[in-house]
């Protein structure tokens, strides 16, 4: 099992930048993903780390430290755009032994002019 | 389009009938996720497909929720006497078996039990 943990709001402005963090504590650890979805729309996938350390994709970047269950996605050069939910997940191994992406609860983003 | 497609988008139900939902994943992704998700709520995770076989079911879904994928290519989720507590989007996931597992998500069935 797991639990995922992250921030249930946040608020920044324009042109900022913002840090998004998730902390676990799964099984089986092999994975993690971030996804963003915009009220009423399916998640769209972000980035993704196995290993220890910062991933980076245009203005978005994505850190992860296994030995502290810890993670964050950053966004720099914020957009109104931005303004959507960020969805932290875990590939952790379940009953059947299989690896599943199980996602926490969400940060809703709120970006001001 | 070749993305991830689910039918219908919305449904609308009394309490105590049983609804069908269908998903047809990326042509060659092996793997299908089923998910709920309520408002405020990220995905919660109902059952898995690799290929045909069912290779996972959370412990949370009640044996009033089954789910099938035949020949390995599209899957249906059906839901028996449904509840008010059933009201949730029905969202569908592929993902190709090997690499990052990144997931490609369908738009979603939005039910509403009444």
């Known amino acids: 099992g797991q639990n995922i943990d992250q921030p249930t709001e946040m608020t920044a402005t324009e042109g900022a930048i913002v840090q998004i963090n998730c902390t676990y504590q799964?099984?089986?650890?092999?994975?993690l993903f971030w996804y963003q979805q915009h009220a009423g729309e399916a998640p769209t996938f972000l980035s993704y780390n196995v290993l220890d350390g910062l991933e980076e994709k245009g203005r978005f970047s994505s850190f992860l430290s296994r030995s502290k269950g810890y993670s964050y996605l950053l966004l720099k050069e914020l957009q109104m755009k931005d303004s959507a939910s960020y969805l932290c997940a875990v590939r952790d191994i379940l009953s059947g032994g299989s690896y599943i992406p199980t996602f926490g609860r969400g940060t809703s983003l709120i970006v001001h002019p | 389009d070749t993305g991830v497609s689910q039918d219908p988008r919305h449904k609308i139900t009394k309490r105590g009938q049983n609804v069908t939902f269908r998903c047809d994943p990326i042509s060659e992704h092996n793997r299908l996720y089923w998910y709920r998700q309520t408002l405020g709520q990220g995905p919660e995770f109902l059952t898995y497909?690799?290929?045909?076989?069912?290779?996972?079911k959370s412990r949370l879904l009640s044996d009033r929720f089954s789910a099938e994928r035949p020949k390995g290519s599209f899957s249906t989720l059906e839901i028996q006497r449904t509840e008010q507590g059933d009201s949730a989007m029905y969202l569908c996931?592929?993902?190709f078996g090997t690499g990052s597992y990144e997931q490609y998500f369908g738009p979603g069935t939005r039910l509403t039990v009444t």
């Open positions: 497909f690799q290929n045909e076989a069912q290779l996972e």
């Open positions: 799964t099984s089986g650890f092999n994975g």
């Open positions: 996931a592929s993902s």
